[in-house]
């Protein structure tokens, strides 16, 4: 077992929600990132469809259907990210426990770059001096090394926009670990 997946004490990991229940595929990415902000500021530019275009800009629009939804953008939400190509990744948030931690699933049917059993869980852990950003990912593919690369990408670009916007602190390394 991962150590952020030990240090995740939440719904997520509670005997309510578990990984397992909603894939079974392995870790393959995960990422920790101090930044100089609240968990609260993370946590909603990381669920909040306008501020997440400014993170990911490689999205142009995203949409959230929220008829199911336990809250705006919260657990249920369907979300829509709409690309620039044309394609559109669907999501639905299975895991939700603001402002701390939420996970989403990608819907296996319409997965553009075709990952099965996606699921993403993103932590922001409060510190002193402002967050621990943990970020997970679990997938299967057709060719496992060439989607890890392509996903450390996008992880590492949305990353390094967080950091531009909140000024990470020069002190604390950024950690990526890769499973093969």
Same mark, same amino acid.
């Given at each position: 077992?991962?150590?952020?997946?030990?240090?995740? +004490?939440?719904?997520?990991?509670?005997?309510?929600?578990?990984?397992?229940?909603? #894939?079974?595929? +392995?870790?393959?990415?995960?990422?920790?990132?101090?930044?100089?902000?609240?968990? #609260?500021?993370?946590?909603?530019?990381? #669920?909040?469809?306008?501020?997440?275009? @400014?993170?990911?800009?490689?999205?142009?629009?995203?949409? =959230?259907?929220?008829?199911?939804?336990?809250?705006?953008?919260?657990? !249920?939400?369907?979300?829509?990210?709409?690309? !620039?190509?044309?394609?559109?990744?669907?999501?639905?948030? =299975?895991?939700?426990?603001?402002?701390?931690? /939420?996970? /989403?699933?990608?819907?296996?049917?319409?997965?553009?770059? @075709?990952?099965?059993?996606?699921?993403?869980?993103? &932590?922001?852990? +409060?510190?002193?001096? @402002?967050?621990?950003?943990?970020?997970?990912? /679990?997938? &299967?593919?057709?060719? +496992?090394?060439?989607?890890?690369?392509?996903?450390? #990408?996008?992880?590492?670009?949305? $990353?390094?926009?967080?950091?531009?916007?909140?000024?990470?602190?020069?002190? =604390?390394?950024? =950690? $990526?670990?890769?499973?093969?």
């Amino acid at each position: 077992m991962s150590m952020f997946l030990q240090s995740i +004490p939440m719904t997520l990991q509670s005997q309510s929600w578990s990984i397992r229940q909603w #894939t079974s595929a +392995p870790l393959r990415l995960e990422t920790a990132t101090k930044l100089q902000a609240p968990s #609260t500021d993370i946590f909603f530019c990381l #669920t909040d469809p306008k501020q997440m275009c @400014g993170i990911f800009s490689w999205m142009h629009d995203i949409t =959230v259907d929220n008829r199911a939804a336990t809250e705006a953008n919260g657990l !249920g939400a369907k979300r829509s990210c709409y690309f !620039g190509n044309g394609m559109v990744l669907e999501e639905i948030i =299975v895991g939700w426990q603001p402002p701390h931690r /939420y996970a /989403y699933r990608g819907v296996d049917e319409t997965h553009p770059f @075709g990952m099965i059993g996606h699921l993403g869980i993103i &932590e922001c852990r +409060p510190e002193e001096g @402002g967050t621990l950003l943990l970020w997970q990912h /679990y997938f &299967e593919h057709s060719n +496992p090394k060439a989607m890890l690369e392509h996903l450390t #990408t996008s992880v590492q670009t949305a $990353i390094n926009s967080l950091i531009e916007r909140f000024n990470r602190s020069q002190t =604390v390394e950024e =950690v $990526i670990r890769k499973d093969k």
